[in-house]
Nanobody
Framework: QVQLVESGGGLVQPGGSLRLSCATS????????MGWYRQAPGKQRELVAT???????NYADSVKGRFTISRDNAKNTVYLQMNSLKPEDTAVYYC?????????????WGQGTQVTVSS
């Protein structure tokens, strides 16, 4: 199984910042689109942001202007910089690696890291 190792979650006050990290292997990082999803209690998992191998990014409307996804090719790591955090951002955040193939899509998931925004 492909490993996606997440870190950086924690408790932060509204308006604060956190940076999440997701480390994976070179073989995955070099060809898969990387992304972050989140799931709050009682809600469905939703897309937060994605970044392609070429650096093209996509964001959910709810985080545009506040979150930034980036890649570090030397470390095979994707980051999610989260600024101006709101209580509504509280969720378990999951790292994702996705690739569309002729035979169908293939995806891998991290274990998740808890982000809690509260005063």
């Amino acid at each position: 199984q492909v490993q996606l190792v997440e870190s950086g979650g924690g408790l932060v006050q509204p308006g604060g910042s956190l940076r999440l990290s997701c480390a994976t292997s070179r073989s995955i990082f070099s060809i898969y689109t990387m992304g972050w999803y989140r799931q709050a209690p009682g809600k469905q998992r939703e897309l937060v942001a994605t970044i392609t191998t070429g650096g093209s990014t996509n964001y959910a409307d709810s985080v545009k202007g506040r979150f930034t996804i980036s890649r570090d090719n030397a470390k095979n790591t994707v980051y999610l910089q989260m600024n101006s955090l709101k209580p509504e951002d509280t969720a378990v955040y999951y790292c994702n690696a996705d690739r569309r193939t002729i035979s169908g899509p293939r995806a891998y998931w991290g274990q998740g890291t808890q982000v809690t925004v509260s005063s």
